[in-house]
């Protein structure tokens, strides 16, 4: 359903807000690869992502997000840079506004929840070899020149 020339979800009045964060430590970014258990993107690998949900800032969705996929603790990141919001179409029908966030983390050690079947830890050379959600690539990109 179109509203204002922008496409919405029909069981709602506006774009969908998703956050996205990005967790780099030393030269490399987790990313995690979809499930089947998961309805959309399944198989493609992302970052950590979740819906907005009603009365809650992006900070603190984007930090759910992140203790319930990876485990990994508030205390143990330093959020570095929020970009500004991405749109991306799915499958004609909705727009969901990204929110990424680029965070150091200061562990490597994850435990998955069941949205996700694995995980790496990548540096820019290695981009090529994943299939990624829809602007993933970019928005790693981009948190890691900020890190450089």
């Known amino acids: ?43 493609k690998w992302a970052g950590i992502s979740g819906y907005l949900e009603k009365n809650e800032d992006l900070l603190s969705r984007a930090l759910t997000e992140i203790s319930e996929e990876t485990r990994i603790n508030k205390d143990e990141l330093i959020l570095r840079k929020i970009f500004n919001q991405l749109n991306v179409q799915i499958h004609n029908e909705l727009l969901l506004i990204i929110q990424p966030f680029c965070f150091v983390s200061n562990t490597r050690k994850v435990a998955l929840d069941w949205e996700h079947s694995d995980y790496a830890w990548i540096n820019h050379k290695e981009l090529d070899n994943f299939d990624f959600v829809p602007r993933f690539k970019e928005i790693i990109t981009r948190c890691l020149k900020e890190l450089r």
């Open 1 to 43: 359903m179109k509203k204002d020339g922008i496409l919405i979800d029909s069981s709602h009045d506006k774009p969908l807000m998703v956050v996205t964060s990005v967790l780099k430590n030393q030269n490399e970014v987790l990313v995690l690869r979809r499930s089947i258990k998961v309805k959309t993107m399944q198989d």
